[in-house]
């Protein structure tokens, strides 16, 4: 894909960290260049699990040579555990792509549902389901993790890739879900 922008998307996470790698073309066509889960045995101790989950990213970067990096934005949720494991995987992600050079960005989930889907509350199948679409899968990518890494690096090279042009044409050669997610964008920089 000439001058396509390759982003790496990552959904931290201790026991299943998604990564997902797209070249995305100039008119946001994408393709998919790897997907994958890198996993951490839970009976491990905490920073054995890390390294494994650094060394998987490692490995990812060493293999498929991404431009960018775009990690989930850790939020609040009712399990403690489950945020701190999830924060303590982001950080590495990020550690990982200063290691390598890499501009690294971070997406909320529901910037990255929105863009994906038109929907910032959309639910697991419909983001799987429009990632699918977009990169022109037979099949939905599986594990959940792997197709929230991919709509990552998808919802990162929308936002920031080679097509992001400005002025009144800007839109004209997005998809439905990426106009309605650039309109809400514009509507929330104005308030």
């Known amino acids: 894909m000439a001058s396509a922008l390759r982003v790496l998307g990552i959904d931290p996470g201790l026991t299943r960290c998604g990564v997902g790698v797209v070249d995305v073309a100039r008119d946001r066509s994408a393709s998919l260049v790897h997907v994958g889960v890198v996993r951490s045995a839970t009976d491990l101790p905490i920073e054995q699990r890390l390294a494994t989950i ?30 701190m494991g999830t924060a303590q995987a982001s950080g590495i992600a990020l550690l990982v792509a200063a290691e390598y050079g890499l501009p690294a960005a971070t997406h909320t989930p529901s910037e990255v549902k929105a863009a994906i889907t038109g929907y910032g509350a959309a ?36 936002r920031q890739g080679p097509g992001n042009a400005a002025g009144p044409d800007a839109t004209a050669s997005l998809t439905p879900a990426q106009r309605a997610w650039a309109d809400a964008e514009r509507a929330a920089a104005r308030r």
């Open 54 to 83: 650094a060394a998987g990213i490692r490995a990812v970067l060493r293999s498929h040579n991404p431009d960018v990096v775009a990690v989930e934005r850790v939020f609040a949720q009712q399990n403690r555990n489950t945020v």
């Open 123 to 158: 639910d697991k199948l419909q983001v799987q389901t429009m990632v699918a679409r977009v990169l022109r899968l037979d099949a939905l990518p599986q594990p959940a993790d792997a197709a929230d890494a991919l709509a990552l690096a998808l919802c990162h090279a929308w």
